[in-house]
């Protein structure tokens, strides 16, 4: 065995960023072809839905913490989002955590 490896650590884990990336791509344009929706608005989608899923466990969190029962102006937020997944239905989800001062940012 060599003393020195024929790739630094840093060149390692690069070139499995670099193939995590190739097949997240792949997936993405497999879903593009049948979508009929461009990578950006894939990653859109995807981010904006990450979000979500954020915020719905800080709120069930905070839920536990508190004790507080689900509240009605976040439950219509979260099903409005649902419906309509874009930035402005994101943000009254955001919106309402705030007002029950379960926002967790």
Known sequence: MSSQPSHT???RVLAQ???AERAVDQATLRRRRSSGQTQEQIRRARSLRQVFVDLGTSYR???RRTG???S???RDAACRFRRERDVTSLVAVAASLEQVE???W
């Open 72 to 74: 009605p102006e976040v």
């Open 102 to 104: 379960a926002l967790p």
């Open 17 to 19: 960023v670099r193939d």
């Open 61 to 63: 969190e905070f839920r």
């Open 68 to 70: 507080a029962d689900v």
């Open 9 to 11: 650590l840093t060149e």
